[in-house]
């Protein structure tokens, strides 16, 4: 299975849910797409932890009024079918009340830093 589409599945079902947390199983690259989701404004925390011996991340997401900020989720490439977008092809999500998250050569970015530095690269998902 792909671990990206089972971590934003897995934040996307808590909220509706009514968890204002998510544990998932850690990876340095889900712990970079956290941190990219925490500066977007779309979690609270990223914290690493250790559980029955295996290490977790551990993701408090934002409610507002008991209403997850997250809505949904739009996995773009996946392991069958690559996307890969230039700068110049990268729009806003939703009217900017989205992000899009990209894998740069300079590490992992929302579409609004890609854009800004002039990068392209792999189109992970969508948020918003």
């Given at each position: ?99 899009l998250i990209l894998s740069t050569s ?8 890609a854009k800004r530095a002039k990068l ?9």
């Amino acid at each position: 299975m792909d671990p990206i589409s089972n971590m934003i599945i897995q934040i996307q079902n808590a909220g509706p849910a009514g968890h204002d947390q998510v544990l998932v199983p850690y990876s340095k690259l889900k712990h970079s797409v956290s941190e990219v989701l925490k500066k977007e404004g779309f979690i609270k925390s990223v914290d690493t932890l250790t559980k029955k011996g295996k290490k977790m991340l551990a993701l408090d997401l934002f409610m507002e009024n008991r209403v997850p900020k997250i809505k949904g989720v739009k996995r773009i490439s996946k392991p069958s079918k690559r996307i890969y977008k230039k700068f110049s092809d990268i729009r806003a999500v939703k009217s900017g009340y989205g992000a899009l998250i990209l894998s740069t050569s300079h590490g992992i970015m929302s579409g609004r830093e890609a854009k800004r530095a002039k990068l392209g690269g792999e189109a992970l998902f969508s948020i918003w």
